[in-house]
Protein backbone atom coordinates (compact mmCIF):
# COMPACT_ATOMS: atom_id res chain seq x y z
CA UNK A 1 0.00 0.00 0.00
CA UNK A 2 0.80 3.77 0.09
CA UNK A 3 2.19 5.67 2.68
CA UNK A 4 3.44 8.83 3.89
CA UNK A 5 6.62 8.39 5.31
CA UNK A 6 10.01 10.30 6.87
CA UNK A 7 13.19 9.40 8.25
CA UNK A 8 14.88 12.44 9.46
CA UNK A 9 13.66 15.26 10.95
CA UNK A 10 13.41 18.53 8.57
CA UNK A 11 10.72 20.33 6.32
CA UNK A 12 8.21 18.87 4.05
CA UNK A 13 10.79 17.57 1.71
CA UNK A 14 11.52 14.96 4.01
CA UNK A 15 8.36 13.29 3.82
CA UNK A 16 8.18 10.47 0.98
CA UNK A 17 5.05 8.86 -0.71
CA UNK A 18 6.09 4.78 -0.22
CA UNK A 19 5.39 1.36 -1.02
CA UNK A 20 5.21 -0.07 2.33
CA UNK A 21 3.07 -3.68 3.77
CA UNK A 22 -0.54 -3.34 4.43
CA UNK A 23 -1.05 -3.45 8.12
CA UNK A 24 -2.74 -6.82 10.02
CA UNK A 25 -5.34 -5.50 12.90
CA UNK A 26 -3.86 -6.49 16.73
CA UNK A 27 -6.34 -8.08 18.80
CA UNK A 28 -8.06 -4.70 19.96
CA UNK A 29 -7.50 -2.99 16.61
CA UNK A 30 -8.92 -2.29 13.03
CA UNK A 31 -7.69 -2.29 9.90
CA UNK A 32 -9.58 0.55 7.99
CA UNK A 33 -9.09 1.24 4.17
CA UNK A 34 -8.70 5.29 4.93
CA UNK A 35 -10.86 7.67 2.60
CA UNK A 36 -9.74 10.78 4.17
CA UNK A 37 -7.40 12.31 6.53
CA UNK A 38 -6.99 15.54 7.81
CA UNK A 39 -3.95 17.60 8.82
CA UNK A 40 -2.73 19.10 12.50
CA UNK A 41 -0.20 21.21 13.66
CA UNK A 42 0.94 17.82 15.76
CA UNK A 43 1.91 16.54 12.15
CA UNK A 44 4.43 19.30 11.06
CA UNK A 45 5.55 19.76 14.90
CA UNK A 46 6.51 15.95 15.04
CA UNK A 47 8.04 16.38 11.10
CA UNK A 48 9.95 19.39 12.20
CA UNK A 49 11.40 18.02 15.75
CA UNK A 50 11.57 21.32 16.84
CA UNK A 51 12.97 22.93 19.47
CA UNK A 52 14.96 20.19 20.45
CA UNK A 53 13.31 19.87 23.84
CA UNK A 54 10.24 18.47 22.32
CA UNK A 55 12.03 15.64 20.96
CA UNK A 56 12.96 14.60 24.99
CA UNK A 57 8.82 14.79 24.89
CA UNK A 58 8.71 12.64 22.38
CA UNK A 59 11.18 10.59 21.82
CA UNK A 60 13.58 10.35 19.01
CA UNK A 61 16.33 12.60 20.02
CA UNK A 62 18.25 12.22 17.16
CA UNK A 63 16.29 10.65 14.39
CA UNK A 64 12.22 10.37 14.45
CA UNK A 65 10.54 7.55 16.24
CA UNK A 66 7.06 8.27 15.07
CA UNK A 67 7.91 8.27 11.03
CA UNK A 68 4.18 8.49 9.78
CA UNK A 69 2.12 11.49 10.29
CA UNK A 70 -1.31 11.57 10.54
CA UNK A 71 -3.94 11.36 13.34
CA UNK A 72 -7.60 11.98 11.82
CA UNK A 73 -8.65 9.47 9.84
CA UNK A 74 -12.22 8.32 8.17
CA UNK A 75 -12.70 5.44 6.56
CA UNK A 76 -14.03 1.94 6.00
CA UNK A 77 -13.48 -1.45 8.23
CA UNK A 78 -11.62 -3.78 6.30
CA UNK A 79 -11.18 -6.40 9.49
CA UNK A 80 -11.57 -6.47 12.93
CA UNK A 81 -9.20 -7.94 15.79
CA UNK A 82 -10.39 -10.89 17.90
CA UNK A 83 -11.48 -8.82 20.47
CA UNK A 84 -12.91 -6.21 19.29
CA UNK A 85 -17.03 -6.28 19.42
CA UNK A 86 -17.71 -2.67 18.14
CA UNK A 87 -17.40 -2.88 14.63
CA UNK A 88 -17.14 -5.31 11.70
CA UNK A 89 -15.75 -5.12 8.09
CA UNK A 90 -17.95 -2.61 6.02
CA UNK A 91 -18.82 -0.10 9.03
CA UNK A 92 -17.84 3.54 8.18
CA UNK A 93 -15.98 4.86 11.16
CA UNK A 94 -13.71 7.90 12.07
CA UNK A 95 -11.01 8.66 14.74
CA UNK A 96 -7.83 8.85 15.85
CA UNK A 97 -4.65 6.80 14.86
CA UNK A 98 -1.03 7.10 13.96
CA UNK A 99 -0.20 7.16 9.76
CA UNK A 100 -3.67 8.00 8.75
CA UNK A 101 -1.80 9.49 5.72
CA UNK A 102 -1.99 5.79 3.84
CA UNK A 103 -3.97 3.70 1.91
CA UNK A 104 -4.69 1.78 5.20
CA UNK A 105 -4.32 1.82 8.86
CA UNK A 106 -4.80 0.28 12.15
CA UNK A 107 -6.45 2.01 14.83
CA UNK A 108 -7.72 1.08 18.54
CA UNK A 109 -11.01 0.14 18.83
CA UNK A 110 -11.62 2.62 21.57
CA UNK A 111 -10.00 5.88 19.47
CA UNK A 112 -13.07 5.24 16.96
CA UNK A 113 -16.79 5.93 16.51
CA UNK A 114 -19.11 5.20 14.32
CA UNK A 115 -19.03 7.86 10.98
CA UNK A 116 -22.64 9.42 10.45
CA UNK A 117 -24.30 8.35 7.42
CA UNK A 118 -25.07 11.59 6.26
CA UNK A 119 -21.47 12.81 6.78
CA UNK A 120 -19.05 12.44 4.25
CA UNK A 121 -15.80 10.91 4.94
CA UNK A 122 -14.01 14.01 4.31
CA UNK A 123 -16.18 16.00 6.96
CA UNK A 124 -15.85 12.97 9.65
CA UNK A 125 -12.03 13.06 9.02
CA UNK A 126 -11.93 16.87 9.74
CA UNK A 127 -13.30 16.27 12.80
CA UNK A 128 -11.30 13.88 15.58
CA UNK A 129 -8.13 16.10 17.16
CA UNK A 130 -9.36 19.78 16.12
CA UNK A 131 -13.07 19.10 17.88
CA UNK A 132 -12.08 17.04 20.81
CA UNK A 133 -9.70 19.70 21.71
CA UNK A 134 -12.21 22.25 21.24
CA UNK A 135 -14.86 20.18 23.16
CA UNK A 136 -12.34 19.36 26.42
CA UNK A 137 -10.66 22.90 26.34
CA UNK A 138 -14.31 24.01 26.80
CA UNK A 139 -16.56 21.83 28.76
CA UNK A 140 -13.66 20.42 31.19
CA UNK A 141 -11.00 22.52 31.33
CA UNK A 142 -12.78 25.61 30.75
CA UNK A 143 -16.11 24.52 32.67
CA UNK A 144 -18.39 26.35 29.92
CA UNK A 145 -22.15 27.34 30.70
CA UNK A 146 -25.10 28.81 29.04
CA UNK A 147 -24.97 32.20 28.85
CA UNK A 148 -21.09 32.55 29.50
CA UNK A 149 -19.22 35.45 27.67
CA UNK A 150 -16.18 32.84 26.18
CA UNK A 151 -13.62 34.72 23.63
CA UNK A 152 -11.91 32.07 21.03
CA UNK A 153 -8.48 33.40 20.02
CA UNK A 154 -7.79 31.95 16.68
CA UNK A 155 -11.23 31.29 16.08
CA UNK A 156 -10.56 30.62 12.21
CA UNK A 157 -8.03 27.70 12.58
CA UNK A 158 -8.73 23.40 12.99
CA UNK A 159 -9.46 24.21 16.56
CA UNK A 160 -11.37 27.60 16.42
CA UNK A 161 -13.64 26.71 14.27
CA UNK A 162 -14.98 23.73 16.39
CA UNK A 163 -14.41 25.74 19.43
CA UNK A 164 -16.74 28.85 18.28
CA UNK A 165 -19.71 26.02 17.13
CA UNK A 166 -19.41 24.08 19.99
CA UNK A 167 -19.58 26.74 22.62
CA UNK A 168 -22.94 28.30 20.74
CA UNK A 169 -23.96 24.70 21.40
CA UNK A 170 -23.41 24.73 24.91
CA UNK A 171 -25.55 28.23 24.67
CA UNK A 172 -22.11 30.73 25.49
CA UNK A 173 -22.24 34.43 23.93
CA UNK A 174 -19.18 33.90 21.45
CA UNK A 175 -16.89 36.45 20.44
CA UNK A 176 -14.53 35.28 17.36
CA UNK A 177 -10.88 36.73 17.04
CA UNK A 178 -9.63 36.48 13.53
CA UNK A 179 -8.26 38.19 11.07
CA UNK A 180 -10.59 40.94 8.55
CA UNK A 181 -10.42 37.97 5.75
CA UNK A 182 -11.86 35.70 8.13
CA UNK A 183 -14.76 37.86 9.93
CA UNK A 184 -17.42 36.13 7.40
CA UNK A 185 -16.71 32.60 7.99
CA UNK A 186 -16.86 33.74 12.07
CA UNK A 187 -19.92 35.04 11.29
CA UNK A 188 -21.54 32.32 9.19
CA UNK A 189 -20.95 29.56 11.59
CA UNK A 190 -22.83 30.93 14.38
CA UNK A 191 -19.81 33.79 16.45
CA UNK A 192 -22.45 36.65 18.27
CA UNK A 193 -19.05 39.19 17.79
CA UNK A 194 -16.06 39.11 15.53
CA UNK A 195 -13.19 40.95 16.28
CA UNK A 196 -10.49 41.72 13.91
CA UNK A 197 -7.36 41.28 15.56
CA UNK A 198 -5.84 43.31 12.69
CA UNK A 199 -7.25 46.23 13.82
CA UNK A 200 -8.39 45.66 17.23
CA UNK A 201 -6.23 44.32 20.28
CA UNK A 202 -9.07 42.33 22.33
CA UNK A 203 -7.26 42.57 25.73
CA UNK A 204 -6.47 46.29 25.39
CA UNK A 205 -10.47 46.90 25.29
CA UNK A 206 -11.59 46.77 28.37
CA UNK A 207 -13.79 44.09 28.02
CA UNK A 208 -13.77 41.10 30.28
CA UNK A 209 -14.82 37.56 29.30
CA UNK A 210 -16.07 34.58 31.58
CA UNK A 211 -13.64 32.19 29.38
CA UNK A 212 -11.09 32.38 26.78
CA UNK A 213 -9.93 29.51 24.80
CA UNK A 214 -6.60 30.25 22.66
CA UNK A 215 -6.55 27.58 20.55
CA UNK A 216 -3.89 29.62 18.71
CA UNK A 217 -2.56 31.86 21.33
CA UNK A 218 -0.77 35.08 20.48
CA UNK A 219 -0.60 37.01 23.33
CA UNK A 220 1.70 36.53 26.58
CA UNK A 221 -0.23 35.18 29.43
CA UNK A 222 -0.45 38.38 31.51
CA UNK A 223 -2.53 40.07 28.47
CA UNK A 224 -4.98 37.04 28.12
CA UNK A 225 -5.41 37.44 32.17
CA UNK A 226 -5.95 41.11 31.73
CA UNK A 227 -9.28 40.04 29.57
CA UNK A 228 -10.58 37.42 32.38
CA UNK A 229 -13.47 38.84 34.52
CA UNK A 230 -13.75 37.73 38.03
CA UNK A 231 -13.17 33.71 38.06
CA UNK A 232 -12.75 33.36 34.87
CA UNK A 233 -11.10 30.68 33.39
CA UNK A 234 -8.05 30.99 30.59
CA UNK A 235 -7.50 27.67 28.91
CA UNK A 236 -4.49 27.47 26.25
CA UNK A 237 -4.70 24.08 23.45
CA UNK A 238 -1.72 25.63 21.54
CA UNK A 239 0.17 28.82 19.50
CA UNK A 240 3.67 29.78 19.64
CA UNK A 241 6.11 28.28 21.95
CA UNK A 242 6.57 31.08 24.09
CA UNK A 243 3.12 30.94 24.85
CA UNK A 244 3.06 27.41 25.51
CA UNK A 245 5.98 27.56 27.53
CA UNK A 246 4.18 30.39 29.62
CA UNK A 247 0.97 28.29 29.86
CA UNK A 248 2.61 25.48 31.18
CA UNK A 249 4.95 26.96 33.63
CA UNK A 250 3.38 30.36 34.39
CA UNK A 251 -0.31 29.04 34.21
CA UNK A 252 -0.09 26.79 37.02
CA UNK A 253 1.26 29.71 39.57
CA UNK A 254 -1.28 32.48 38.25
CA UNK A 255 -3.84 30.14 39.26
CA UNK A 256 -2.89 30.11 42.88
CA UNK A 257 -3.52 34.53 42.76
CA UNK A 258 -7.02 35.58 43.26
CA UNK A 259 -9.96 33.90 41.55
CA UNK A 260 -8.93 33.44 38.07
CA UNK A 261 -7.52 30.22 36.54
CA UNK A 262 -5.37 29.89 33.87
CA UNK A 263 -4.01 26.24 32.19
CA UNK A 264 -2.75 24.53 29.12
CA UNK A 265 -3.98 21.07 28.57
CA UNK A 266 -3.24 18.04 26.26
CA UNK A 267 -6.49 16.57 24.43
CA UNK A 268 -7.42 13.02 24.92
CA UNK A 269 -8.44 10.87 22.17
CA UNK A 270 -11.82 9.91 24.33
CA UNK A 271 -14.22 7.45 23.11
CA UNK A 272 -17.45 9.03 24.27
CA UNK A 273 -16.24 12.55 23.28
CA UNK A 274 -16.46 10.93 19.73
CA UNK A 275 -19.24 9.42 20.00
CA UNK A 276 -20.56 13.02 21.37
CA UNK A 277 -18.80 14.70 18.48
CA UNK A 278 -20.97 12.12 16.02
CA UNK A 279 -23.87 12.83 17.70
CA UNK A 280 -23.19 16.99 17.03
CA UNK A 281 -22.21 15.95 13.25
CA UNK A 282 -25.11 14.10 13.02
CA UNK A 283 -27.21 16.55 14.22
CA UNK A 284 -25.72 19.65 12.53
CA UNK A 285 -24.68 21.09 15.47
CA UNK A 286 -21.03 21.47 14.56
CA UNK A 287 -20.19 21.76 10.38
CA UNK A 288 -16.65 21.67 9.47
CA UNK A 289 -14.95 24.14 7.81
CA UNK A 290 -12.56 22.72 5.13
CA UNK A 291 -10.22 25.07 3.45
CA UNK A 292 -8.53 22.55 1.46
CA UNK A 293 -8.16 19.37 -0.30
CA UNK A 294 -5.11 17.61 -1.09
CA UNK A 295 -4.58 13.88 -2.82
CA UNK A 296 -2.10 11.36 -1.00
CA UNK A 297 0.71 12.21 -3.12
CA UNK A 298 0.78 16.00 -2.06
CA UNK A 299 0.73 15.58 1.46
CA UNK A 300 3.63 17.46 1.87
CA UNK A 301 2.31 20.41 -0.45
CA UNK A 302 -0.67 20.22 2.16
CA UNK A 303 1.81 20.81 5.70
CA UNK A 304 3.96 23.40 4.12
CA UNK A 305 0.40 25.43 3.60
CA UNK A 306 -0.84 23.86 6.97
CA UNK A 307 2.54 25.46 8.78
CA UNK A 308 1.76 29.00 7.56
CA UNK A 309 -0.41 29.34 10.05
CA UNK A 310 -3.36 30.65 8.30
CA UNK A 311 -5.17 27.76 6.83
CA UNK A 312 -9.01 28.40 7.49
CA UNK A 313 -10.39 25.32 9.56
CA UNK A 314 -9.30 22.45 8.12
CA UNK A 315 -6.91 20.78 5.30
CA UNK A 316 -8.02 17.08 4.15
CA UNK A 317 -6.16 14.43 2.24
CA UNK A 318 -8.69 12.53 -0.36
CA UNK A 319 -7.95 9.16 -1.50
CA UNK A 320 -7.79 9.20 -4.89
CA UNK A 321 -10.65 6.10 -5.12
CA UNK A 322 -13.06 8.52 -3.03
CA UNK A 323 -13.83 9.91 -6.33
CA UNK A 324 -14.72 6.89 -8.11
CA UNK A 325 -16.97 5.54 -5.32
N1 LIG B 1 -3.00 21.02 23.42
C1 LIG B 1 -3.40 20.08 22.57
O1 LIG B 1 -3.59 18.90 22.92
C2 LIG B 1 -3.62 20.48 21.15
C3 LIG B 1 -4.46 19.74 20.30
C4 LIG B 1 -4.67 20.19 19.00
C5 LIG B 1 -4.04 21.35 18.55
N2 LIG B 1 -3.19 22.00 19.40
C6 LIG B 1 -2.54 23.24 18.99
O2 LIG B 1 -3.54 24.21 18.79
C7 LIG B 1 -3.08 25.17 17.87
C8 LIG B 1 -4.17 25.46 16.90
O3 LIG B 1 -4.41 24.36 16.06
P1 LIG B 1 -5.22 24.61 14.74
O4 LIG B 1 -5.43 23.26 14.13
O5 LIG B 1 -6.41 25.46 15.00
O6 LIG B 1 -4.14 25.44 13.90
P2 LIG B 1 -4.32 26.13 12.51
O7 LIG B 1 -5.53 25.59 11.82
O8 LIG B 1 -3.02 26.04 11.79
O9 LIG B 1 -4.57 27.67 12.87
C9 LIG B 1 -4.56 28.57 11.82
C10 LIG B 1 -5.44 29.74 12.17
O10 LIG B 1 -4.78 30.58 13.12
C11 LIG B 1 -5.20 31.91 12.87
N3 LIG B 1 -4.28 32.96 13.30
C12 LIG B 1 -3.03 33.21 12.83
N4 LIG B 1 -2.53 34.30 13.46
C13 LIG B 1 -3.49 34.73 14.35
C14 LIG B 1 -3.56 35.78 15.32
N5 LIG B 1 -2.55 36.61 15.52
N6 LIG B 1 -4.70 35.90 16.05
C15 LIG B 1 -5.73 35.05 15.89
N7 LIG B 1 -5.72 34.05 14.99
C16 LIG B 1 -4.61 33.89 14.24
C17 LIG B 1 -5.29 31.96 11.36
O11 LIG B 1 -6.23 32.96 11.03
P3 LIG B 1 -5.85 34.18 10.07
O12 LIG B 1 -5.45 33.57 8.76
O13 LIG B 1 -7.10 34.93 10.06
O14 LIG B 1 -4.67 34.87 10.71
C18 LIG B 1 -5.74 30.58 10.95
O15 LIG B 1 -7.13 30.52 10.66
C19 LIG B 1 -1.78 24.61 17.28
O16 LIG B 1 -0.70 25.29 17.90
C20 LIG B 1 -1.77 23.17 17.70
O17 LIG B 1 -0.46 22.66 17.88
C21 LIG B 1 -2.99 21.61 20.67
Known amino acids: ???????????????????????????????????????????????????????????????????????????????????????????????????????????????????????????????????????????????IQ??????????SGGVGTFAVQIAKSFGAEVTAVCSTRNVDTARSIGADHVIDYTREDFTQSGQRYDLILAANAYHSIFDYRRALGQDGIYVMAGGGWAQILQGMLLGPLLSLIGSKKMCFFITKASKTDLVLLKDFLAAGKIVPVIDRRYPLSDVAEALRYLEEGHARGKVVITLEYNNKT
Open 146 to 155: RGHKVLVDGA
Open 1 to 143: MKAIVYYKYGSPDVLKCEEIEKPTAGDDEVLIRVRAASLNALDWRLMRGKPLFARLVIGGLRKPKITRPGRDVAGQVEAVGRNVTQFKPGDEVFGVCRGAFAEYVCAIEDKLAPKPANISFEDAAAVPVAALTALQGLRDKGR
